[in-house]
């Protein structure tokens, strides 16, 4: 089997960096290439049977798959029971296979699905609350349920072209009132179980329910499908149908997940950590391995989060000192610059409808700038939005992939809800992790590559994060900081908050860390104002071990890159292995790299 690690070398350009993929030449196919090829392909179709958002996700849902444009993915109980048993059944395919008999390639694709589905087998196995695998332990909460992503996913991936999309997008109306009150099903089912999501949590998701529950005339589920279809010519009172479907079966089955959380909220506790839950040491552990590939503990990778905000923290000193603020902590100075206003917008709409129109150019900045540095640029077009106001309070800023055929774009979603929480300094470096050369560059080229079609629908959190943050530094290096310490200290403060993350997720969930202590550590690390700290421990509160994803994975990432360089000559400071075995030992050249190497 692989090292654990080489599994984040998820795309095509990254493969080659894998062990097992250093031939000078391309070998022969194995023998059993062809009986794989046959079970990938099984798996993929199985997929999109059972997710149709997956296929409008993909813009694979016409000709012999249209019907999935009419459905949602099913959020019963029965449904979680079905897909359970097909990952029980496809990992003894898997395990019935001769990996001996395969050719290199198809050895990683086999290692790397194989790991995904046994990961997500064993934590099925063990825990009965959540989801499918480990890293969801609530149905509901500020950030999970239907309620948080169908609007969003029927006003910017379900396409509108035709009548026949103007029924499909009322029958998913439909479909959504039902899909909460199967998420009601399973809630009352972990209830029992003696899961709960945290007093917060509650209180976030009803606090954005009553945003989402508006008047039809003010609804997007509403006006998405009617602004659209009247954009292209298609006739029908699609308004008035849409508001039928509204007000008679939406706004009740909301009503219905509000009155539910407002019936937990007596039994909700204000411990932050999924320690308290059935089992709770052990999901975090089986979390922390899905987000990172790893087998580190919470205590190693909370003192790597040390580590590496330490020396964080003195090449930020450093560029702070070029701007003349020489008083104060790091994070003191960070909550001095977010005041700055030489770098806010009007908390306006036009004053956002700048910032965005502002990081448009930069993203064409850096398009001119790939070709110097990629052989293989994406296709796909990149568009950058404001998250939707009905779904900001929670939502973090993030993108969402494009289709495959590149028909729709890959969008960077933008939180504004207050532009003081984006001041420009922050917003490059952002930028770059969300757009290009970070999420779009990687996702979409992954997409578009010669991978089989389930491997290129599998993402491993710490690739698909980690590059991003390893983005954000090859854009260092590509000099777009250069003359600019405003924005290289954008830099420095948000991987100054992933490696916060490592801190304060462990905190939580394995410290036992208060929610407030947390806030008051992430603040402390890097100087965001208490409302975007907020936000961020209370959505590691309920993705426990996400959060460690990105600065693991990057560390890995520069590793291989290191080692594919050969060390060279490169001047790095090593700090020693902690334990046998553990191959994170992570290295800071302060002021210039961020470099991994194994002692």
Same mark, same amino acid.
């Given at each position: 089997m692989l090292d654990r690690r080489s599994f984040c070398l998820a795309s095509a350009a990254a493969l080659a960096l894998s062990r097992h993929a250093v031939a000078a030449t391309p070998a022969a196919p194995g023998l059993d290439d062809a009986a794989f090829g046959r079970l990938l392909e099984d798996f993929y179709n199985s997929a999109l049977d059972e997710s149709p958002t997956l296929a409008t996700s993909l813009g694979v849902d016409t000709g012999s798959r249209?019907?999935?444009?009419?459905?949602?993915?099913?959020?019963?109980?029965?449904?979680?029971?079905r897909r359970k048993r097909i990952v029980v059944e496809q990992l003894g395919q898997l395990r019935r296979l001769d990996r001996t008999r395969l050719s290199p390639s198809a050895a990683i694709n086999y290692d790397a699905i194989l790991y995904d589905t046994a990961a997500t087998d064993e934590a099925d196995r063990r825990f009965a609350y959540g989801g499918t695998g480990?890293?969801?332990?609530?149905?509901?909460?500020?950030?999970?349920?239907a309620y948080a992503g169908t609007p969003d996913f029927l006003d910017s991936q379900h396409t509108i072209a035709t009548a026949a999309d103007g029924e499909a997008y009322l029958a998913r109306l439909d479909a959504f009132a039902g899909v909460m009150d199967q998420e009601i099903e399973r809630v009352r089912h972990d209830v029992g179980r003696g899961v709960v999501p945290p007093d917060f949590a509650i209180d976030g998701a009803v606090a954005q329910m009553k945003v989402l529950r508006q008047p039809a005339a003010a609804s997007t589920l509403v006006t998405s499908l009617a602004t659209r279809a009247r954009a292209k010519g298609i006739p029908g009172d699609w308004q008035a149908r849409a508001t039928d479907?509204?007000?008679?079966?939406v706004v009740p089955a909301l009503d219905r997940q509000m009155a539910l959380l407002a019936s937990l909220r007596p039994q909700a506790v204000h411990d932050a950590g999924v320690w308290r839950l059935p089992d709770g040491d052990a999901y975090y552990a089986a979390s922390l391995r899905a987000a990172t590939t790893t087998d580190l503990s919470p205590d190693e990778v909370h003192r790597l989060g040390l580590d590496v905000t330490r020396d964080l923290s003195a090449r930020a000193d450093t560029l702070f000192r070029k701007l003349g603020m020489t008083k104060g902590t790091v994070a003191e100075r960070y909550a001095e610059l977010f005041k700055d206003p030489r770098y806010l917008y009007p908390n306006t709409d036009a004053g956002k409808a700048k910032e965005i129109t502002d990081l448009n150019a930069l993203v064409q900045a850096m398009q001119q700038r790939l070709p110097a540095y990629f052989a293989t640029l994406p296709k796909t077009p990149l568009e950058i939005r404001r998250i939707p106001a009905a779904t900001e309070a929670g939502a973090s800023t993030h993108y969402t992939e494009g289709s495959l055929d590149g028909t729709r774009p890959g969008i960077y979603w933008l939180n504004l809800r207050d532009t003081a929480e984006a001041p420009f300094w922050d917003m490059p470096t952002t930028t770059f992790h969300e757009g290009i050369p970070?999420?779009?560059?990687?996702?979409?080229?992954?997409?578009?590559?010669?991978?089989?079609?389930? =491997?290129k629908i599998l993402f491993f959190g710490a690739y698909v994060e980690g590059w991003a943050l390893y983005a954000e530094q090859l854009a260092d290096e590509m000099g777009f900081y250069k003359d600019q310490?405003?924005?290289e200290l954008g830099?420095?403060?948000?991987?100054?908050?992933?490696?916060?993350?490592?801190?304060?997720?462990?905190?939580?969930?394995?410290?036992?860390?208060?929610?407030?202590?947390?806030?008051?550590?992430?603040?402390?690390?890097d100087g965001d104002p208490v409302s975007l700290s907020t936000q961020e421990i209370e959505r590691y509160a309920v993705s426990p071990g996400q959060a460690c994803s990105y600065m693991l994975g990057k560390v890995t990432i520069l590793r291989l890159r290191l080692a594919a360089q050969g060390a060279g000559s490169t001047r790095r400071r090593i700090y020693r292995q902690?334990?046998?075995?553990? =191959?994170?030992?992570?290295?800071?050249?302060?002021?210039?790299?961020?470099?991994?190497?194994?002692p």
């Open positions: 249209a019907a999935a444009k009419s459905r949602l993915d099913d959020a019963s109980p029965a449904g979680l029971a480990a890293g969801g332990p609530y149905v509901l909460s500020q950030l999970n349920g479907i509204y007000t008679k079966r970070g999420h779009h560059l990687q996702i979409t080229l992954q997409r578009e590559s010669a991978l089989p079609m389930y =491997r310490p405003a924005w830099y420095i403060h948000d991987v100054l908050l992933r490696s916060g993350r490592l801190v304060v997720d462990t905190g939580i969930h394995a410290k036992r860390w208060s929610r407030e202590k947390a806030i008051a550590t992430l603040s402390g690390i902690r334990r046998p075995g553990m =191959r994170h030992a992570a290295a800071l050249y302060a002021g210039e790299d961020m470099l991994v190497v194994d």
